[in-house]
Structures are given as C-alpha cells and as structure tokens.
C-alpha cells in the first residue's frame, strides 16, 4: 500500500496542501475548525509526517544527541550511573516529543564521526556525559555553535552550562563522618584525575584531613570495582594500620570492601568504609556500605531542563545539587 501523501490529507480536509502543512508542523495561525478537520483527516488516513521534509519547514531536528565520553564496555557494564541518566534524560525529552540519539565518543575517530553528525545538522542540541580533562568535543561543538549542555563541570574552560553534585562538599560529609568517630589513619581511593569528581572529592578528603592534622594516604582507581579492589591493596601494603578509607565512587568501595575481607580486616571494626553514590548494591554489600548520595536522575532530568532553556533562551546557570550521607554498617 501507498503511504498517504500531505496532498490526499489536504484533499481529504478541503483545504489547500499550505493549510494542511502548517498544521502538521504546529504553526498556531490555522483557524480551530479548520485544524480539527486536518486532524481527522490526518487519523482516517494514518498519515504520518516525513520528518526530513519536516525538518526543512521548522528547521528543527525534534532529536538530541546524547554523547557519552567512555567506550561501550564502560558504559554498558555495572555501574548504574549510565543506564540512570541515560533512561531518565530519555524520559524527560520524551515528554516533549524529542528523541535521544544515543553516540559513544571514547577515541579520535569517534569524536570526528560524532562532530561531523552534529555539525551536519542532525540533531538540536548535544547532551555531554562522562568527559575527561582531554576531551576536544566541548570545544569542537561550542565552535559549532550547537546548544550544548553538559552532565558534570566541564574539565577545560569552555562556556558551557552543566548541572553536577556537590562532589567537595559531600566528599567533605563523609571524611568528616569517619574523623568525628574517631578514625585517625583515614585513607581515600580518588577517582581518575582528569575528571572533575575525581578530582574535586580528592580535594574534599584533603580539606577536612589539613583541618583535623591527619596526614593524606591517597590510591587512585577509575571508578571500576576492580580498580578500587587493585587500590584498596595497594593501600594496605602501604600502610598496614589505616583504620578507614574514603572511596570516591561505590562501585570502587565494593571492590575495596572484597580486598579487605580477603586481607582478614574486618569492616568497620578495623577498618570503616564510606563511598560515595548510593547506587542500589550498597544496601546489599556485606556490611551495608555508608556512603553519599547524589540524585542521577534528576541530575539528568534538570540537565535536559537546561538545554531546554537554552533552545529558548531562558536562563542556563549551572546547577548544583546536594550530596546527604547515608550511614549504614560499614562505618
């Protein structure tokens, strides 16, 4: 069967082929009644709109790219930050009919493909995740002049809005948590360096240890759980008599958590634990792991809210969001 033309809509309607395209594409200067009957017509005849002659009209794409720095093995592996922000900014962006272009940049070739298919006029705006201190896209696309919003502070200075968590303050929470219960060999697992949580919950541990003359035992992972295993042994070798660690992320804390059963050190009675996310897993760890919580998903949600704002030039000041400590068992 032949797909029903805009043509045998107008026809269907009574109205010129221009009538019944500007109410396909929105446009608010069509009488009501003329409207309803374009309407009807639409649904009598499962019309559905081309979106590529669509798209010439309104200039407009209705897609969004959503580009996440890190290769798929990462982003589609156990650590739910991914899938939460990723499912809650689809779901934001849905309720205002657009749809999410899911691209992958974690090498030079991949960040070439992705700024050719934004540069080609693809999607409305770009949605950034995950970036590392090195990372050319937010420069490449503010070139572009593309509303660009990012999930994180960006690492380089670009004039992008974001929406981030509070990773000093809430790494400050948490060591401070382990000092005023008496811990006084307090280590920290840091996150990888050129990343801005990384790099900021360091400097929240460092603060509070400088205020409270406690010396810096620091290891750094990637926020895998089996680099914070790899580190939490690392620390351990290094200093046999630290009674408590900082992890900057929980899946590390998992990790860390495995090495100090494994090592005989028990949790919290020799060593307290405090990481940092509150992912699902930590109330299921053995002990239930104390830690920080940051909401993913209105993070994302308020990060679509942000690139909303810019397509109408409303206001695009970054947002902060609150960390709250969670105490559990191991600490």
Known sequence: MRRPTLEAVAARAGVSRATASRVVNGQTTVAPHIRDAVQRAIDELGYVPNSAARSLVTQRTDSVALVVSEPGTRVFSEDPMFSTAIRSASMELEAVNKQVVLMLASSAKSHARVER????????????????????????????????VSYGRPAVPVN?????????????AGVRHLVETGRRR???????????????????????????????????????????????????????????????????????????????????????VVGFDDIEAAKYTEPPLTTLRHPV?????????????????????????PTELVIRESA
């Open 186 to 272: 307090i280590a920290t697992i840091a996150g990888p360096q050129d990343m801005i949580a990384g790099q900021d919950r360091l400097a929240g541990y460092r603060n509070v240890l400088r205020d409270s003359d406690r010396r810096s035992i620091v290891a750094v992972g990637d926020f895998t759980r089996e680099s914070g295993a790899v580190a939490m042994r690392q620390l351990l070798g290094d200093d046999p008599g630290l009674d408590a660690v900082f992890v900057a992320n929980d899946l590390m804390a998992v990790g860390a958590l495995q090495s100090l059963r494994q090592a005989g050190r028990r949790v919290p009675d020799d060593v307290a």
């Open 160 to 172: 992008i809005p974001f929406v981030d968590n509070d990773n000093v303050g809430g790494a400050e």
């Open 117 to 148: 298919y934004i540069a080609g006029g693809h999607v409305d705006g770009v949605m950034l995740i995950s970036m590392h201190g090195a990372d050319p896209l937010p420069a490449a696309l503010s070139r572009l002049r593309v509303p660009v």
């Open 297 to 321: 998903a209105e993070q994302a949600a308020a990060m679509v809210g942000l690139l909303l704002n810019l397509f109408e030039g409303g206001p695009t000041d970054p947002v902060i969001m």
